[in-house]
């Protein structure tokens, strides 16, 4: 599955999620999850990043991604922890 992001949001290949690949990235997740046309808020969105990005240097690497997943599907999903592995 992370595979899966890096192959299809990593435009530029650099290995790690900027800020505008990982807007789009996340809100392909709200789409998913929404189901609807709603876009996720560009601040609300900011916010997340910085949460996430732990060293601080711009960009979600594998392992801050792989964070941050794991803290969404504990939030919404328990049982489909396993999937990510
Ligand atoms: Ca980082």
Redesign the pocket.
Known sequence: MIDEIWTQFDDDNSG?LDQEEAYKFMSSLVKNRVKANQSLDYEEFKKFFQKH?????????RG?IETMLLGIIDDCEPSSKESLK
């Open positions: 790690d990005d732990a060293d601080g240097d711009g960009s979600l690497d801050e």
